[in-house]
């Protein structure tokens, strides 16, 4: 079992950063993916970044390439996501995720989630 929890949402203009931390409690094995997904009203659960939990190797999605990156703390069992050149298109529930059977897209393959964390860019 595995619980997760995001902080570090918030209010911030267009162009603007932002860093969110998940802190999981359990066993995250080195199989697994930890994944950040977001979700604005009306919408689909959207798939933002990925990472392998055990070797690292990243992943993101076409909107976020080049302006977020996900990591992870091993040791201490937590993951960031570091979201530079806000645009206000990016608002939405920041959650994150843990698929214990490798990397997936979609949200429905994610076992384990957060509670999310707000993300409001105003323009």
């Known amino acids: 079992q595995v619980q997760l929890v995001e902080t570090g949402g918030g209010l911030v203009q267009a162009g603007e950063s932002l860093r969110l931390s998940c802190a999981a409690s359990?066993?995250?094995?080195?199989?697994?993916?930890l994944a950040w997904f977001r979700q604005s009203p009306g919408k689909e659960r959207e798939f933002v970044a990925a990472i392998r939990w055990g070797v690292g190797n990243t992943y993101y999605g076409d909107t976020v390439k080049g302006r977020f990156t996900i990591s992870r703390d091993t040791g201490k069992n937590t993951a960031a996501l570091q979201m530079n050149s806000l645009k206000p298109e990016d608002t939405g529930v920041y959650y994150c995720?843990?698929?214990?059977?490798?990397?997936?897209?979609?949200?429905?393959?994610?076992?384990?989630w957060g509670q999310g964390t707000q993300v409001t860019v105003s323009s």
């Open positions: 995720a843990v698929d214990r059977n490798g990397l997936e897209y979609a949200a429905s393959a994610y076992e384990y």
């Open positions: 359990g066993r995250i094995f080195s199989s697994s993916v």
